[in-house]
């Protein structure tokens, strides 16, 4: 019963992380549609001012939450933790590459940040058990699981 029941936390978490990397790409979208209607981005545009390369940065920093949305689902509990804590602190600086102009870009920022810190948090405290420390290769040679994170 109680492997059914880690199971099933397992999956809740994992769904949870999931959810809130949706959130986090819907904020960054609609900050951006937010910012297309705006003068300045649309005089920007005419004048071709908008680089190819800055265009080709915002779409990688856009699949980072959409990656991760898959990879909270798939990957095993201790690597999905691993990923969605270091995913979750290196988007942090891309929300600001950008710095808020007006409200609705302090709302949809300080949204993003938010969820990011939730994420964090999540996967800071998601318990992991020993079975998959083993399956990753980080249980103790006694087989106890290691501390985490490693000293």
Known sequence: ???GTE???KASTASILSSLWVVVFLNMVFRDIHEIVTREFLEE???RTVSD???LVAGIALEIPILMVVLAKLLPPLWSRRANMAVAVLTVPLVFANPPGD??????VGMQVLVLVAILWISWRWPVSDASRRDAGTASPQGGATRFPPR
């Open 1 to 3: 019963m109680r492997r």
């Open 7 to 9: 199971r099933a936390a």
């Open 45 to 47: 545009a005419l004048a």
């Open 53 to 55: 390369e800055l265009l």
């Open 103 to 108: 409200l609705d870009d302090i709302w949809f």
